[in-house]
């Protein structure tokens, strides 16, 4: 039997094949300060008692579809009003992947800030959808005037506004994001993944307007290994979101682990905390450096520029010292020779500030 030489170009879709793979930069050395995880998980103590919980599950049987539970006991730690309606994803990004393949696809316009999140686009292109950035300002906000005249312009089906932003940290007026949803004939959706740090919310506008859905994770607060991300949004949109959801997309050990954590967020909340003492600490540490611009901050990590420097130099001479750090330059034109700083422990973040330090 004759096998065809069938080249997958002849299948895959053009807009795919021009796509290059998520790379995530690999990890050798002993300090890794590049991906906004927490440097904390569960206390020992908890650790023991979780390890219990999770030996008990039947991993044989498939996961609680609806995973009431868990939905549950968000709504009860994060005080979700009963007017909104919560979807679960496996991490935020399945539920930005979800949303454009609802509302996105052939002929329908995405749009966003720029420099913000990169998933907002890739997955605007992998959807087939046409996406369309809107460049902050030099202080990473957005300019009213070219930002709501882009939204009547362009008419986009789906708006997606991170608060606070990724990866310049700062938050975007509100009063501009409620303008946003007036005036949109479209979606528009608010990602609070770093809600945990700025402890900001637009939640009650969600109640408000039925074309608002807010999305989160439980990566930032010490379980980006769960996967677990939760959307809030009136039933009108639930209902349709419901329809393209996998039924088992939360893992049972995610389900039971999620539970677990949440069942001791005050716990959870003290790490927090913590980190946010140390960023507060690391940007007076920055400041006093000299030879660096510190953009302000409301989330668990530091946006830097190296003036009348080589940022990727810096990022690689970091490499080399085992310290893993985010290289933004050219990523965009706005963050040109500047690098990324996830906050870390206290001694993770004394090894940082002291590489740095040696590299300037």
């Known amino acids: 039997m004759h096998s065809k030489n069938l080249k997958p170009s002849s299948l895959i879709h053009p807009q795919i094949r021009s796509l290059s ?40 049987r498939y996961p609680d579809p609806t995973a009431k539970e868990l939905k549950s006991k968000l709504r009860q730690v994060f005080e979700v009003p009963d007017s909104l309606l919560l979807t679960l994803g496996n991490g935020s990004d399945e539920l930005l992947q979800l949303i454009q393949m609802a509302v996105g696809g052939y002929g329908k316009t995405i749009m966003a800030p720029q420099p913000s999140f990169a998933m907002y686009e890739i ?51 509100e009063k501009l994001i409620e303008d ?57 949109w639930s209902t349709e979101f419901e329809k393209i959801r996998f039924p088992y997309n939360i893992s049972v050990l995610a389900q039971e682990s999620a539970v677990f954590a949440l069942n001791h967020w005050e716990e959870i909340c003290q790490n927090t905390e913590t980190v946010i003492r140390h960023r507060n600490s690391m940007i007076s540490h920055l400041e006093r450096m ?5 953009f302000p901050t409301q989330t668990n990590f530091v ?20 310290i893993l750090i985010k290289n933004l330059h050219g990523y965009h034109p706005l963050l040109s020779n500047c690098l990324r700083l996830t906050v870390g422990t206290d001694d993770e973040n004394r090894q940082l500030l002291a590489a740095l330090g040696r590299c300037l």
């Open 21 to 60: 793979a998520y790379r995530v930069v690999p990890f050798t050395g002993t300090v890794k300060l590049d991906a906004m995880e927490s440097p904390y998980g569960f206390s020992e103590s908890l650790k023991k008692k979780w390890l219990e919980l999770i030996a008990s599950v039947e991993v044989n």
């Open 123 to 173: 997955i605007a292109q992998y959807t087939r959808g046409n996406f369309v950035g809107i460049d902050l300002d030099e202080n990473f906000q957005l300019s009213q005037d070219s930002w709501l005249s882009g939204v009547e312009r362009n008419q986009p089906a789906c708006i997606f506004i991170a608060y606070p932003n990724n990866p310049t940290g700062n938050f975007f007026d």
């Open 180 to 236: 946003t949803v007036r005036v949109s004939d479209g979606l528009v959706v608010v990602d609070e993944a770093y809600h945990a740090y700025s402890g900001r919310s637009i939640m009650a506008m969600a109640e408000q307007y039925e074309n608002l859905v807010i999305v989160r994770t439980l990566s930032k607060s010490g379980f980006a290994g769960l996967r677990v991300g939760y959307m809030m949004s009136q039933p009108s």
């Open 290 to 294: 000299g030879g660096i611009e510190v």
């Open 303 to 322: 946006t830097i520029r190296v003036k009348d420097e080589n940022a990727t130099r810096i990022f690689e001479e970091l490499q080399l010292d085992g």
